[in-house]
């Protein structure tokens, strides 16, 4: 009979299914390799104790502190009329503060007789506050006596004591007990490294990696360990991305080279300006991968107004000239007409092939929605499969099957991280062979989450501003503490607008019903904190408020997600025609607008964005002759990390410097999950920021490896973590590219 290996025994059959139950539930933790591979969030000293004074509120927390004082109180309650309900007190300290815990009822009895002056412990539970003083109501204990050598060594061995992340339902000490049991089976882990890899790098072996990271008798141990374990995270993902870097190289591809004097050289002759030395680079690293008979895959990384669609319109008519046919997917509807009208314009009469005027090389632009009329979608759709369409332009509508091309050979896709990878091979299937592919994103990525998240794209990056963008000056507008800023604000926006701009103003709810439920738990979130007690302000609202008062007179109009799309487009249009004054929006701005008469921009509860969402909306403004101007209107007190995320996007314009702040600012697990469908994450250890010299090595040699052995032949224990990472939601996560 087959003997299951050992990492991979389920839990159940070695902790016992109630224990294994909660594990699978709420840590999702199913096998013995699961539970080797939950780390330790941190360690406590025996000698050094938690800081209580840092305890957070409302959340699960395990300390190690000592018992100071314990009271035990009788009282009448309705339950107890003759006194006799009781309530326990304890008080415990580590030198940095002091934390109150309370036992009522019958739960009063054990902690009387067992926390008393001088014991040491750890304790669990939920932090509150009880008349003004932090407590725990109720947590779970266990005692650090020493007194039971055997138990004392077998379970707390060393000084250090390895706190785990833990849930209610599981303390971190039980989590340290059934990690006790499976230790043993360490040692038959499977290493997934090369041998002259590890021994190169002078890296501990994956069973003795394990055991540190679980055990340690000293500081040295966990480095050692986490040395070790942040390699193999590393190396398993990018050998994992350069198989598919490989896999794609092999597929076959139709080789697209531009016609002399054909249409790219009728456009490049038209353009009213010269290309930046950036975009000329990164058109020529784009022709000559457009030129090659494998299937492009490139990231365009490039700030909002560097000149990203400049760049791919450049590329998508080379492929034109070669016969072949592009498109450009956007994820909204506004944004895809948006691109229609922009690349129109921009091509002039090379747009009109076939049409009175077109020009002699022109072709024609398609834009394929999915609320266009019949009769429109009908024509579109004839265009692209007679090959009239040499350009179309549109939303995830192209991907249903009853879209047929007459010949792919470009895929333009704007926006990465709204848009899944099931997509990227539905439209791959349109192509007689698959087509190139070109990915843009405005959000900047620092390099090492580009190799992580993005790992199987080569990567582009347009880092300066076409002459003629002018400089965004941006200001913080401290509502609660300064309210004569906020009436100055509005004062500007009055000004620009007499200066004959025009100005946006945006906010992070619309305003209606249905928003303010449609996510129980933003509200629960932003109530925890105490300048969020109100709800984030509403488009409706503020419109309302802005052409009643402060900006009486002015031509106010409102632009959001769920109005329809007709009436979205005409909103747009009548802003970009100059005859509105300010638009009062949601983020639906905040990808792919371009106004350049817009020079102004109030983002109310500016707190309520991420530092790179401020960024991209601050982009829509500067983008003609005059000068930009964004303030950030926010009512969180000074000293909030909130007022520090946006003193940090006031004091720089470098979006590739705010997102490595965005990045430190948020968790790890984040940053990788916006691109994963809500997969975990697959880092534990690994840092994408802080280890970003691994992740560069560990590519370099991934590379080389799958180059050799693209089979991994002689490696097992690679394999077997591939496997691991790549099972069904990790599949997803990679492959989003």
């Not at 139950?21 to 941190?42: F, I, Q, S």
């Not at 309900?85 to 008080?91: C, F, K, N, S």
């Not at 138990?151 to 706190?163: D, M």
């Not at 945006?506 to 933003?522: F, L, M, N, S, T």
């Amino acid at each position: 009979m087959d003997l299951v290996p050992a990492l991979e025994e389920p839990l159940k059959k070695v902790l016992g299914p109630a224990t294994a139950k909660v594990m699978a539930e709420h840590l999702g933790l199913h096998t013995v390799g699961d539970l080797l591979h939950h780390y330790p969030r941190r360690y406590e000293e025996r000698g050094q104790l938690t800081h209580l004074a840092d305890l957070p509120m409302d959340e699960h927390v395990t300390v190690v502190a000592m018992v100071a004082d314990a009271r035990l109180h009788t009282f009448a309650s309705a339950k107890a009329p003759r006194g006799k309900g009781q309530r326990l007190e304890v008080t415990i300290t580590d030198g940095s503060g002091r934390l109150q815990l309370v036992f009522f009822g019958n739960g009063v009895h054990k902690p009387h007789k067992e926390l008393l002056p001088g014991t040491r412990a750890m304790f669990a539970g939920k932090v509150s506050v009880f008349n003004r003083r932090l407590q725990l109501a109720h947590p779970a204990y266990e005692l650090l006596r020493g007194d039971d050598p055997a138990e004392s060594v077998e379970t707390w061995a060393g000084t250090l004591i390895p706190l785990y992340p833990a849930t209610a339902k599981l303390e971190s000490w039980k989590i340290g007990k059934a990690v006790q049991i499976v230790l043993p089976s360490a040692q038959e882990a499977l290493d997934p490294l090369p041998p002259p890899l590890r021994e190169g790098r002078g890296l501990v072996s994956l069973p003795e990696a394990l055991l540190k990271i679980h055990r340690p008798h000293t500081k040295a141990d966990i480095a050692a360990a986490r040395d070790r374990l942040k390699w193999d995270e590393a190396f398993v993902l990018q050998v994992a991305l350069a198989r598919r870097r490989h896999a794609d190289a092999l597929l076959p591809a139709v080789a697209r080279r531009p016609a002399p004097d054909g249409l790219l050289t009728a456009f490049d002759d038209r353009l009213p300006f010269t290309l930046t030395d950036g975009q000329q680079k990164v058109s020529k690293e784009i022709f000559d991968d457009l030129a090659t008979e494998h299937p492009m895959h490139r990231l365009l990384q490039g700030e909002v107004g560097s000149g990203k669609t400049l760049v791919a319109l450049r590329a998508m008519l080379a492929v034109v000239d070669a016969g072949g046919q592009a498109v450009m997917l956007a994820p909204t509807e506004v944004l895809a007409q948006q691109h229609h009208r922009s690349i129109t314009e921009m091509m002039g009469e090379l747009a009109e092939g076939g049409m009175l005027g077109g020009a002699d090389h022109a072709t024609k632009v398609v834009l394929l929605t999915g609320s266009m009329g019949t009769a429109a979608r009908r024509q579109a759709m004839l265009d692209l499969v007679t090959g009239d369409a040499g350009i179309v332009i549109g939303t995830h509508a192209l991907i249903e099957d009853k879209v047929q091309f007459h010949d792919l050979g470009l895929v333009v896709v704007d926006e990465q991280h709204r848009f899944g990878v099931e997509q990227r091979d539905a439209l791959r299937g349109k192509g007689k062979q698959p087509p190139h592919l070109l990915v843009m994103t405005a959000t900047p990525i620092p390099r090492t989450v580009a190799m992580t998240v993005f790992g199987d794209l080569e990567t582009s990056v347009l880092d300066q501003l076409p002459a003629g963008r002018s400089p965004i000056a941006t200001h913080l507008v401290p509502a609660a503490d300064k309210p004569h800023f906020l009436a100055r604000a509005w004062e500007r926006v009055r000004e620009e607008v007499g200066n004959g701009h025009q100005a946006y103003v945006v906010c992070p709810r619309i305003g209606d019903d249905i928003d303010e439920a449609a996510d129980p738990k933003k509200a629960k979130k932003s109530a925890e904190d105490e300048a969020e007690k109100r709800p984030p302000l509403a488009v409706l609202d503020v419109a309302d408020h802005l052409a009643k008062g402060p900006l009486n007179g002015l031509r106010v109009e409102v632009l959001h997600g769920r109005m329809h799309p007709d009436d979205k487009d005409a909103v747009m249009r009548r802003f970009a025609a100059g005859d509105t004054d300010v638009l009062v929006a949601t983020t639906v701005i905040e990808v792919g607008v371009n106004v350049p008469n817009a020079t102004a921009m109030v983002i109310m509860d500016a707190d309520r964005f991420g530092v790179s969402q401020l960024h991209q909306l601050r982009g829509r403004v500067g983008r003609g002759s005059a000068p930009g101007l964004c303030l950030l209107v926010t009512e969180m007190p000074e000293a909030s990390a909130a007022r520090q995320r946006l003193t940090a996007v006031a004091s720089t314009l470098d979006g590739f410097e705010l997102s490595r702040i965005d990045l430190e600012q948020r968790r790890e697990g984040d940053v990788l999950g916006q691109a994963q469908s809500g997969a975990r994450s697959s880092l534990r250890v690994l840092a994408v920021i802080e280890d970003e010299e691994i992740i560069a090595e560990a590519r370099e040699e991934a590379t080389a490896l799958v180059a050799e052995d693209p089979e991994l032949t002689d490696l097992p224990g690679l394999r077997t973590a591939l496997d691991a990472l790549l099972d069904e939601e990790r599949e997803q996560y990679l492959e989003k590219g």
